[in-house]
Each structure stands twice: as structure tokens, then as C-alpha cells.
DNA sequence: GGTCGCATGTAAGCTGTTACATGATTGA
DNA sequence: TCAATCATGTAACAGCTTACATGCGACC
């Protein structure tokens, strides 16, 4: 999966490691991320794939950027990727449901402090995406650095965090006054 | 995470590697899986740690089971990763987003034709989550097999899982009704 | 003087997936 | 006869995390 969000970042113009981890933080870090170091090791090894090529850039005072361009055989197995569709949901994996899972033993004050804190957590996440939506509609969309086209898929993901943090917290809330009437 | 997934499970009696799969397959697959493979794996290195053991029991007609049980140092680590609240939320990695936010380019008739899809796959979550709630309440808590308040904690956790069904079908229908309005 | 941002990388280890492998019994 | 269920395992790989490592310039 990496390997194609790598490939869709670079499709839209020569890109460094480091700048599509600066890309991610800023637009799918609500659904995907990734530490630098997988970044760099895993666009090495597409590299040695034939799917992106990259070169040297010098630069003074900073140290030298390695910019990574589409190869012809990586857009082709990224638009192989899109055109075939997901046959499947993708499997969630919740570390904080297999805590309440296992909850019933405990002390019932340290699971409601614990749900009371999720609560604040996810409320932060809001904040966060509101940021990021102000930064793709008032930046980005009317800089017209990117397409609008492409802004309006964006968003559509975003759409799914800000309802994923609601339905969250809504969560939260009715689990924690159960939790207070048990 | 596997870990702690294992020695829940094995708290509430001796069992084997198979039936952890079952039990998981009917309780935490809408937040939560394993394939055998990494479950057998783990549960042999955790006997190498000193945290479960494990013996053999023959059986006729059938292949032998390898019942494993919890050890001291076991039912301690366990207690003290609940003890110890968990202080970010969990990292989402959603595939299926990642294909949207790449899919500005796609022919808008294929990409219709995969949300649709995605509806249909969702929907029929929630009829599997259906039939787990009945096991849950009917089978498991009239049978009096497991204490009534652990079955409270797995269908908070349940609920999660009926909630995010029913946002990511909102969220699907919405932006379907979008992308035909493009 | 300290921290932040720029910019890249390696290495070790853990987690997770896919495929291969066996073999008896039960029921359609 | 065919598939499913019971029951366990190994091996190869792919994916991911954490820590280590460097070094300049700008700003407070």
C-alpha cells in the first residue's frame, strides 16, 4: 500500500522523500501514515524496481535533496492498482476496543478516567482536521496548485475523518454513562 | 497487541491456539484478527518467555490439541498493560481511502461502481455483527457461560462496530450522491 | 547556547501475510 | 466423492517501528 500512496505523490509532480512525508502530514494522515524511514528505504527500493528514477540535487547551507520522478512502469502498475477495484472492506484494527474488551475486571474509576480521556483525544483529532480542511480549501485550492478536481477527492476523505471523530466520541459518551450507571 | 489478545483469552480458562480463532473469529473480528499462523507462532514464544504453558492432550479420530494456560508472569504482564491507560488514539490505516484519494483521475463511472460496491460489502457487516449480537446475548449470556459483565464490555464493543458501519455507509451514499453530481 | 527545521540514511527487531504441509472424520 | 471441520505447524517474505546517526543554518 505504501508503494502506491509513494507512486500517487510523486504522479503529481518530482518529489523528495522528505517532502512527501511533509504531503501526508497534511492530507492523509487521517487514513494513512508512514515514518521517514520506511519513506526513504521503500522509495530505494522501487527505485532498484524501475518504477521511479532519482537525482542528486545540491543545495547551499542544506543538505542535498534526492528528488524521485515517475517512471513510465510506475504509473503503469499505479494506474493497474486503481483500475482494478477493492474487492473487500479493509480490516479494522482498534488497539483501544481490544482494551474495553478485556475491561470487565478492572476498576471500573480507571476505565472511565481512560474513556474520558479518548473523548479528549478525538476532540483534538477534530481540531486537527479542521486545520487541514482550511489548509486544502483557503491554501491550496485557491493558490491552484493542485487541481480542483483533486482537492474535491480530498476532501471526500476528510469528510470520512471528521465523521469517523464524531461517531467516535458519540461512542465514547454513551459507553462512558453506561460505564457510570453499571 | 497479539499478545495481550492471546493472554486475554486464555484468562478465562486453559485453551487452545484453534479455539482462540474461533472465539476471536465470534467476538473481536469487527475491531480485531489474526491468522492462525502468527497465533500458533506467538503462543509458542510466549511459552519460551515463561508467560502461558502448554501441554498436549491426545485425542481419537481427532488430531491432538496443544491446551495452553496462563502463567503468573502472564496474568502480571497482561494486568499491567490494562493498568496503564493508553494515552493517543489508535492510528487509522484505511486502504479503501487511499484509493479515493487518488482516484481524481479514474474514469468516474469505475469509481461510482466501487463505492456502490463498498456500500453493498458494509451492509453486509452489519447483518455478520447482527448474528453476533444474538450469539452474544442469547447463546453466551442465558448459557451462563461467561460472567454477564464480560459480555457487557464486548458489546460496548460491539456497538463501536455497528456505529462505524452505519457512518461508513452515511459516508459512502454521501459521496456517491457527490461524484454523480460532478 | 539550545532548539527547530531541513534532509537523508542504516540497522535491528517485531508484526503480519501468504503459501505450503499433513491427515483423520463427518455430512451432503 | 467432495468439501468442510478439526488441529497444528513451518518458511519466506513483506510491512512497520524504534533507535541510532549526521550536520548546517536560523532564530530566540
Chains 1, 2 share one sequence.
Not at 487521517?30 to 521511479?52: C, D, P
Not at 528514477?53 to 545540491?58: I, M, N, R, T, Y
Not at 476496543?97 to 472511565?112: G, K, M, W
Not at 481540531?127 to 485557491?142: K, V
Request: with cysteine; proline share 4%; glycine share 4%.
Amino acid at each position: 500500500m505504501i508503494k502506491y500512496i509513494l507512486l500517487g505523490f510523486i504522479k503529481y509532480g518530482p518529489m523528495t522523500g522528505y517532502e512527501i512525508k511533509q504531503n501526508m502530514e497534511h492530507s492523509t494522515a487521517h487514513f494513512w501514515h508512514a515514518h521517514h524511514s520506511q519513506i526513504y528505504t521503500t522509495l530505494r527500493k522501487m527505485e532498484q524496481e524501475g518504477l521511479v528514477s532519482s537525482q542528486l540535487q545540491q543545495q547551499e547551507g542544506s543538505p542535498d535533496r534526492r528528488v524521485y520522478s515517475l517512471l513510465p512502469a510506475g504509473r503503469q502498475i499505479l494506474n493497474e492498482w486503481l483500475e482494478h477495484p477493492q474487492t473487500e472492506a479493509t480490516p479494522i484494527k482498534e488497539d483501544f476496543l481490544v482494551r474495553i474488551f478485556f475491561s470487565a475486571t478492572r476498576d471500573p474509576q480507571e476505565v472511565i478516567a481512560e474513556v474520558r480521556l479518548h473523548i479528549k483525544l478525538h476532540q483534538e483529532k477534530i481540531i486537527i482536521y479542521q486545520a487541514t480542511q482550511n489548509h486544502l480549501e483557503n491554501d491550496l485550492r485557491c493558490k491552484k496548485i493542485v487541481p480542483d478536481r483533486e482537492i474535491d477527492f480530498w476532501l471526500f476523505t476528510l469528510d470520512m475523518g471528521f465523521r469517523f471523530e464524531k461517531m467516535y466520541i458519540e461512542w465514547l459518551t454513551e459507553t462512558l454513562s453506561r460505564l457510570q450507571q453499571m
